[in-house]
């Protein structure tokens, strides 16, 4: 895993949820609408999950 430095405001861990036919979300606080984020994979892809 790499270490990268990233400078915010706030930092939130979530999961990642199926959404529809093949993407995934991730809810962010209503507080946060308009305002830039950047999502960041703390943990490798599982082979099963990966796309072709």
């Known amino acids: 895993m790499g270490t990268h430095v990233i400078e915010g ?3 939130i861990e ?4 199926e959404f529809g ?3 995934a979300h991730i809810i962010a ?3 946060w609408r308009g305002c ?3 999502l960041v994979r ?3 892809i599982e082979e099963d ?3 072709e």
């Open 9 to 11: 405001e706030e930092v």
């Open 14 to 17: 979530k999961e990642v949820k």
């Open 21 to 23: 036919s093949g993407s």
């Open 29 to 31: 606080p209503k507080r």
């Open 36 to 38: 830039k984020v950047k």
């Open 42 to 44: 703390t943990t490798p």
């Open 49 to 51: 999950d990966e796309e």
